[in-house]
Nanobody, 120 residues
Framework: VQLQASGGGSVQAGGSLTLSCAAS????????MGWFRQAPGKEREFVAR????????YHADSVKGRFTISRDNPKNTVYLQMNSLKSEDTAVYYC??????????????WGQGTQVTVSS
């Protein structure tokens, strides 16, 4: 199983980015998917989760109203639309997959991360 995150980059505060995570999972549609981030010197932080069907989503308070997680099961891809970016959103962003994943736990597979840098 491989998770390939992409779409990171450098953007000014207030800007937008969309991250993608392509999964090489044959049964992608039964996996709950999540996004996490880790800033330098900080612990990894939960960002958002989406259920296997896409019907349920959950976003951390720090990104609620600005970030949106979504998925396209036929394309084996999960997305993170990030709007109104702030300097504190600067981090390496990781996608993760887990059949029994709860909001921030029980993830089985992790991607390699993509860097997001927001300049003020």
């Amino acid at each position: 199983v491989q998770l390939q995150a992409s779409g990171g980059g450098s953007v000014q505060a207030g800007g937008s980015l969309t991250l993608s995570c392509a999964a090489s999972i044959r049964t992608f549609s039964i996996y709950n998917m999540g996004w996490f981030r880790q800033a330098p010197g900080k612990e990894r932080e939960f960002v958002a989760r989406i259920s296997w069907s896409g019907s349920n989503t959950y976003h951390a308070d720090s990104v609620k109203g600005r970030f949106t997680i979504s998925r396209d099961n036929p394309k084996n891809t999960v997305y993170l639309q990030m709007n109104s970016l702030k300097s504190e959103d600067t981090a390496v962003y990781y996608c993760a997959a887990g059949k029994t994943a709860r909001t921030s736990t029980n993830y089985d597979y992790w991607g390699q991360g993509t860097q997001v840098t927001v300049s003020s």
